[in-house]
């Protein structure tokens, strides 16, 4: 995209990494002979779900503005994808505390580098048939925050079809693929979804675009206990002890929707392809016949 490759380009992406991937236990146990998280998986010969994030990280921001944010079990897998993926920042958490504490870790790497910087948040387990599709939304999102550096833009998945398991967001209102957001509804019903869509829901994809000014303020308010902990630079032994008692906490449902008055929900559309493969349906879905076969039948070969 133009504007969005070169050293001179503020725009950092953070990935984050760090899940464990739990429901696609058994799909990566056939695969890896262990329950490899799955953003470390590669299921059709084609490169891992991580890999694929950081294609897409590359259109906007240079490997050197890439922050990965990992896990501390998964340490070698995540050496193992990430060896020849260029010069990236990686931070690495004791363990996973769902998403806002990644997001803060990973903030928190960007800040120490760039202060002014505009951010964009992608989590790393997600599929794009279209990478052109997602670029234009994405570009488009980098665009509304680039207008008004104390707003928040969402991207949000047109569906397919009422699939449940998502997160959704109903728009407040539509000025061609962008809307204010009047509600998030978490993890629908089946049926909930099909009237959600009825008022032109789109799922929660939680790539997110900000200065990360702004992104610091919705975090101080509403995650204020990781926020302070995190900030304040804790040694190993603080570190290790608050993420062993401390509950995790979700960037969408303990953040984002607590401020819908400053998001702007930016439609990607469905030729791109999108799904969080976060189940075996899902992962089916996204993969080609062949391999899809292999993965119900259990008998997929050995990795690559």
Not at 114 to 134: E, L, N, Q, R, Y
Not at 172 to 195: L, Y
């Amino acid at each position: 995209m133009p504007g969005h490759n070169g050293e001179s380009n503020m725009t950092w992406t953070i990935v984050l990494a760090g899940g464990t991937g739990s429901r696609l236990a058994d799909a990566c146990r056939r695969r890896y002979g262990y329950a490899r998280p799955k953003q470390f998986c590669d299921f059709d010969g084609n490169g891992t779900l991580l890999e694929h994030t950081l294609d897409r990280a590359r259109a906007f921001s240079p490997s050197t503005r890439i922050v990965v944010v990992t896990a501390r079990a998964h340490r070698a897998e995540a050496d193992e994808v990430l060896r020849d993926q260029g010069d990236l920042v990686r931070v690495e958490q004791p363990c996973p505390r769902d998403t806002t504490p990644a997001v803060s870790t990973g903030l928190l790497a960007v800040l120490a580098r760039d202060p002014t910087a505009k951010v964009i948040v992608m989590p790393s387990d997600h599929h794009v048939a279209d990478g052109a599709s997602f670029a234009r939304a994405l570009e488009q999102a980098c665009a509304i925050v680039d207008s008004d550096p104390f707003g928040i833009a969402l991207l949000g998945a047109v569906p397919e079809g009422p699939c449940d398991g998502y997160g959704w967001v109903v728009p407040q209102r539509t000025v061609g693929a962008e809307s204010k957001v009047e509600q998030f509804c978490e993890k629908p019903s089946a049926a909930e979804a099909a009237r959600l869509i009825d008022r032109g829901a789109v799922v929660n994809t939680l790539v997110t675009v900000a200065h990360a000014t702004a992104l610091v303020r919705a975090l101080e308010q509403f995650s204020p206990v990781w926020w302070k902990l995190l900030a304040a630079e804790p040694d190993e032994a603080t570190l290790e002890d608050a993420y062993a008692k401390l509950a995790g906490e979700n960037f969408s449902t303990d953040v984002l929707e607590h401020i819908p008055h400053l998001l702007r929900l930016v439609r990607l559309e469905a030729d791109a392809g999108w799904s969080d493969v976060g189940t075996p349906a899902r992962l089916d879905r996204v993969l080609a016949p062949m391999v899809t076969s292999l993965v119900r039948r259990g008998d997929l070969g050995a990795p690559p």
